[in-house]
């Protein structure tokens, strides 16, 4: 990976919290989806953005409060 894309100010590096792994954890059974996907939409959740874009449709349209977005489809 280049580090000219880590480095643009055009990202913004966002980081889960105990809070997240907790909303994560407490939603893992009832959702059906891997633990670290949980994470990832919570930590979306937390910071106000309900869009994905990913290959992973198949566990993320399980998680009501994220749109999907696959560029390759």
Same mark, same amino acid.
């Given at each position: 990976?280049?580090? !000219?894309?880590?480095e643009? $100010?055009k990202w %913004? /590096?966002i @980081?889960?919290t105990h $809070?997240t792994?907790?909303?994560?954890a !407490?939603k &893992? !059974? %009832?959702? #059906?989806?891997p &633990?670290?996907?949980?994470?990832?939409? !919570?930590t979306l959740?937390e @910071?106000d +953005?309900?869009e994905?874009i990913t290959?992973? #449709?198949k566990?993320? $349209? /399980? +998680?009501p409060w994220? /749109?999907?977005r @696959?560029? &390759?489809?």
């Amino acid at each position: 990976m280049s580090l !000219e894309i880590v480095e643009s $100010d055009k990202w %913004q /590096k966002i @980081n889960y919290t105990h $809070d997240t792994i907790n909303h994560a954890a !407490e939603k &893992f !059974e %009832q959702l #059906g989806v891997p &633990f670290w996907d949980l994470v990832i939409a !919570e930590t979306l959740k937390e @910071n106000d +953005i309900t869009e994905i874009i990913t290959e992973n #449709g198949k566990d993320f $349209d /399980k +998680i009501p409060w994220i /749109k999907v977005r @696959n560029p &390759f489809k």
